[in-house]
């Protein structure tokens, strides 16, 4: 190799490591401190649906004897829930078929069958339930058995109570960073909770009240809120 090739080869190379980029050292990541609150909101509303159980049952020779005696008394029951206007339904929940003499044997040719048949009445007029149970309990062979308020439709009520949960878990972050001498920054998340639904009845049973009994029902509503915390 001549001189002037050495040098050629040399000024090259300078160029090559020159032209390659520089390589940034990424910076390490920045620690956030946070400040973190929950707030909660309750409301109580009043049951805007009802289900009351009506059970009957018959005993005769056949079960299709049996079942044709309800028949009969399920026909009275609909007249019945019919008359009480459109917003009232009638569906059958349970039938059971047993013996008369064991109800927990097997059902056997020579032996009288009982019948047991369990009707589910619906209303979105929660306020007539009693009328609904008067009408009941006069048909012969009928009981009632279970009545259940709930609340189907809280729309406008749960988006009154997301904005004063959300308002009161602000306010809770604010006296927070307050006293630890930060300020708050920007919102780095929200959470909401509901209570599961039956939450409240099985309160009110576990204290000895009657689901016959229990009328409005809470509604709760939780929301956590996490904030940057950034220095005053």
């Known amino acids: 190799m001549n001189f002037r090739a050495a040098i050629l080869i040399s000024l090259l190379s300078v160029s090559s490591a020159q032209a390659q980029p520089a390589v940034a050292e ?53 007249d019945a829930v019919t008359s009480l206007g459109p917003k009232w339904q009638l569906h059958l929940r349970n039938e059971q078929y047993a013996p008369s003499s064991q109800p927990a044997g097997p059902l056997v040719a020579s032996s009288a069958v009982t019948v047991k048949r369990d009707l589910a009445i619906e209303t979105d007029e929660a306020g007539r339930v009693a009328a609904g149970v008067n009408a009941l309990t006069k048909l012969s062979g009928v009981s009632v058995t279970d009545v259940v308020f709930s609340v189907r439709n809280a729309n406008a009520e749960q988006v009154e109570l997301l904005a004063k949960a959300s308002a009161a878990a602000k306010s809770k972050a604010e006296k927070m960073a307050a006293g630890l001498g930060v300020k708050l920054g920007r919102l780095l998340s929200a959470q909401l909770t509901e209570e599961p639904d039956g939450a409240a009845l099985r309160e009110r049973m576990a204290q000895g009240e009657s689901p016959l009994t229990f009328q409005d029902q809470q509604l709760k509503l939780y929301v956590t809120v996490r904030y940057e915390a950034l220095a005053q």
């Open 26 to 78: 990424s910076a390490p990541p920045r620690e956030t401190s946070e400040v973190v609150a929950a707030g909660e909101a309750v409301a109580v509303i009043a049951p805007d649906h009802a289900t009351i159980t009506a059970s009957l049952s018959q005993t005769a020779a056949t079960a299709a004897d049996a079942a044709a005696k309800l028949d009969a008394t399920t026909a009275q029951i609909k």
